[in-house]
């Protein structure tokens, strides 16, 4: 029998406000523990938090951004649970009414585009932190994070495997960086994702019971953590056992997932409306001003990369994942860079250099002109695609200009056909028994003495010529 993977992902993204999502503290990286902290965060009888406006735009930008309605009335509910995380025994969430609804992005898995819905958008408090290790013998709390505004986008079960699972999250992040509303960083936990998995057999339209996989805070772990929960799960049904609706938690060191505690139901929560904070009622006025305000967003400029300058739905996929990435690439095309040409060094050579550095486009020595005039070169055949790639590398180290470097280093092609014949005639001289085996046949054999010309004129051989060349002289 074969398996078919349910995926649905829960993703935490900490907003970027400058304060906490219901008092005026901080929301600062790195602080000494509990110094940004008020009465409102840490929990105080008597006190009313008051929502930072900047946190519902934010939410309601990312709402437009992938496509939700955005609700006219939304509320917060009281989650409660008891952490020593979280002092005042709740957190504050949204359950009945959340911001955002109904929306959707898509996503390009195999050059294919899939469309994955997503269910709702809500705001949320973050809770602190506990400290165990380092603390000789005690447990200490950090109410720093407490009040932190999240956002919890959770999506349709409509992912089918890991790669989509991780493309999806790609396209997220991406989503939020060119919104400026998250930084996106997995790694430091700004954002987080659960993973919801289950299996069904091929053609049964029933979701067979999922099972929750936390603690994932990598893309290629988003990967590993559900392809490991796929083959558990299909190996505990092929062992004529069931799957029990539970919380589980990837451990990256041992690359499986272990089963941390049986799930809880919404009903534990015993969610309830916040009595302290008002109904929010949503002007369409602002939506439309916000709405207005975003900038062309990743979707749009890939569908704009493929119509415009006919790049394959990969390319501008890849392009796009970064606003600066594909604003770079589109300034290259207009100083006079071929599309595909330049989105295949942009892909190729020049993501492994920066990528070599753990650099970003933005701290790139190459300009986008530049690019263009190394492209003009070897258009006008004044320098070979392979000489081309030293030029980059030079070009990337010192920031210099294509024509400069080519003088300076001497790499102008050769395409002067008495200069590459004097230097066939030489190594056909010297290699008597391969021109014969050529001659008899072993094509094979065009390759030894391109590779012997090249080596000898330093790789500045006009490719073309010298294959020409060398078949005539070889027949
Ligand atoms: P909870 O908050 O209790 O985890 P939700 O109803 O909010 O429950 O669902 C959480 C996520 O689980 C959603 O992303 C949804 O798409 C996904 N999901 C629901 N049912 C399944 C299933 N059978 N298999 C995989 N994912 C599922
Ligand atoms: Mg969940
Ligand atoms: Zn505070």
Redesign the pocket.
Known sequence: MRWEA?????VHAQMLTETKIFCGCSTRFGAEPNTQTCQVCIGMPGVLPVLNRKALEFAIRTGIATNCAISGYSRFARKNYFYPDLPKGYQISQYEHPICEHGHIEIVVDGEVRRIGI?RIHMEEDAGKNIHEGTGGYSYVDLNRTGVPLMEI?????IRSPKEAAEYMRKLRSIVRYLGVCDGNLEQGSLRC?A???VRPFGQQE????A?VKNINSFRYVEKAIEYEIKRQIKVIEDGEKIVQETRLWDANKGITESMRS????HDYRYFPDPDLVPITVDRKWVDEIRASLPELPDAKRHRFVSNYGLPEYDADLLTSERSLAEWFEEAVRAGAQAKAASNWIMGDLTKLLNEENRSINECQIRPAQLAGMLQLVDKGTISGKIAKTVFDEMYKTGKDAETIVKEKGLIQISDSSEIEKVIDDIIVKSPKEAERFRAGDEKLLGFFVGQAMKAMKGKANPQILNELLRKKLS
């Not at 349910?6 to 829960?10: H, P, Q």
């Not at 979701?207 to 999922?210: D, K, M």
Request: glycine share 8%; net charge negative; charged share 40%.
């Open positions: 349910v995926i649905g992902l829960e269910t959770v999506s349709e079960p409509d659960d919801n998995v289950s979701f067979g019971t999922r929750e799930k809880e139901e919404a």
